[in-house]
């Protein structure tokens, strides 16, 4: 299985830019990076996603790099309703079909 | 609205019993998930299903059962064989099962057993 390395935790100041950092060393070719965010008590919601190329839409902004080994969510200013857990994910099509497999993700506290 | 609806929001389960979990999508997406979450970790797979009348299992199926009867319908029994059902509880749904897909997260469902 394809898997993604995340930081446990990060911390930001309200209205400054974010990036949150993935590793997925052993991705495959036809590996989408999806990523997520999830608020306490509440189901994921989609953020962007990517293959090859950078991405923008109107939440974030995601990296990836040339190798595609690892990517970056770039929030662009962050704001107290953006703590949450940010989840960066893999389509794995090995074991469980086609389904995404969400690891611990990354924490992110947003402070005034 | 469009969107993912599962019921109940809480639920408590007596050891021994079964319980059903429902998840209704009126996205008319083929791809429907249910996924588990324990407190501070991340999403567990289940099972899931790419199209009506059939269904897989994921990395942690056992202790549950599920049907794909109806394109907008996937419920989800937590069976007595399931050990330690306590948990949070999440539906999903993409269009299909295309990697690309965004995939679409219900409220989620708590069960707790007592």
Known sequence: ?112 | DGGITQSPKYLFRKEGQNVTLSCEQNLNHDAMYWYRQDPGQGLRLIYYSQIVNDFQKGDIAEGYSVSREKKESFPLTVTSAQKNPTAFYLCASSISANTGNTIYFGEGSWLTVV
């Open chain 1, 1 to 112: 299985d394809a898997k993604t390395t995340q930081p446990n935790s990060m911390e930001s100041n309200e209205e400054e830019p974010v990036h949150l950092p993935c590793n997925h060393s052993t991705i495959s070719g036809t590996d989408y990076i999806h990523w997520y965010r999830q608020l306490p008590s509440q189901g994921p919601e989609y953020v962007i996603h990517g293959l090859t190329s950078n991405v923008n839409n109107r939440m974030a902004s995601l990296a990836i790099a040339e190798d595609r080994k690892s990517s970056t969510l770039i929030l662009h200013r962050a704001t107290l309703r953006d703590a949450a857990v940010y989840y960066c994910i893999l389509r794995d099509v090995s074991n469980s079909g086609y389904a995404l497999n969400f690891g611990k993700g990354t924490s992110l506290l947003v402070t005034p």
